[in-house]
Antibody, heavy 120, light 106 residues
Framework: QVQLVQSGAEVKKPGSSVEVSCKASGGAFSNSVINWVRQAPGHGLEWMGGIFPISGKTKYAQRFQDRVTITADESSSTVYMTLRSLTSDDTAMYYC?????????????WGQGTTVTVSS | SYELTQPPSVSVSPGQTASITCSGNKLGDRYVYWYQQKTGQSPVLVIWQDNRRPSGIPERFSGSNSGNTATLTIRQTQPLDEADYYCQVRNRDSVDFGGGTKLTVL
């Protein structure tokens, strides 16, 4: 059974960047799209973008297009999300989630979440 | 993007049926997915492709989608069903979530 394990909590200064990792263990990785979804405190889920590791092809939400980069390292089964030019509005829980063919591309497996706090 | 509207909250008594709606323009022409998120936990898929349940999700959970509204129905609601529920649709190059509905079982 595939598990997605994310990196630990981060505290960042405004204007800086953060990188969050998502490592897949226990099963196939490269042939599934891995997405990033964030959730600000007390708010709902917001899709940021995703990557198909085997090809490296990415898609980004328009509002993050200029600030986010998602990459994948097949050798370590790890996907990375980098968000730049951080502001306090980026304080949120960040999740990675696998998109699975067997449920018509729904997100069947989620990481445990990574808290990112942006504060001066 | 595609706008999905959910009621902020729904309340239900234990053992009763809860219905959570998700509205969008011609939503019935799309597939809708539903996720359950309990406090402090990651979301869990409960319905895919409008009305299909992943293995491990109780039969009490069902879904429908027609016209402009998709509905998640939970029969015989239990206290452990108390959570936030989110609908989701896929667009050509993006994904949209509804704002979420807090289900209270009391």
């Amino acid at each position: 059974q595939v598990q997605l394990v994310q990196s630990g909590a981060e505290v960042k200064k405004p204007g800086s960047s953060v990188e969050v990792s998502c490592k897949a263990s226990g099963g196939a990785f490269s042939n599934s799209v891995i997405n990033w979804v964030r959730q600000a405190p007390g708010h709902g889920l917001e899709w940021m973008g995703g990557i198909f590791p085997i090809s490296g092809k990415t898609k980004y939400a328009q509002r993050f297009q200029d600030r986010v980069t998602i990459t994948a390292d097949e050798s370590s089964s790890t996907v990375y999300m980098t968000l730049r030019s951080l502001t306090s509005d980026d304080t949120a829980m960040y999740y990675c989630a696998r998109e699975a063919d067997w449920v018509a591309n729904a997100y069947d497996i989620w990481g445990q979440g990574t808290t990112v706090t942006v504060s001066s | 993007s595609y706008e999905l509207t959910q009621p902020p909250s729904v309340s239900v008594s234990p053992g009763q049926t809860a219905s959570i709606t998700c509205s969008g323009n011609k939503l019935g022409d799309r597939y809708v997915y539903w996720y359950q998120q309990k406090t402090g936990q990651s979301p869990v898929l409960v319905i895919w492709q409008d009305n299909r349940r992943p293995s491990g999700i109780p039969e009490r959970f069902s879904g429908s989608n027609s016209g402009n509204t998709a509905t998640l129905t939970i029969r015989q609601t239990q206290p452990l069903d108390e959570a936030d529920y989110y609908c989701q649709v896929r667009n050509r190059d993006s994904v949209d979530f509804g704002g979420g509905t807090k289900l209270t079982v009391l």
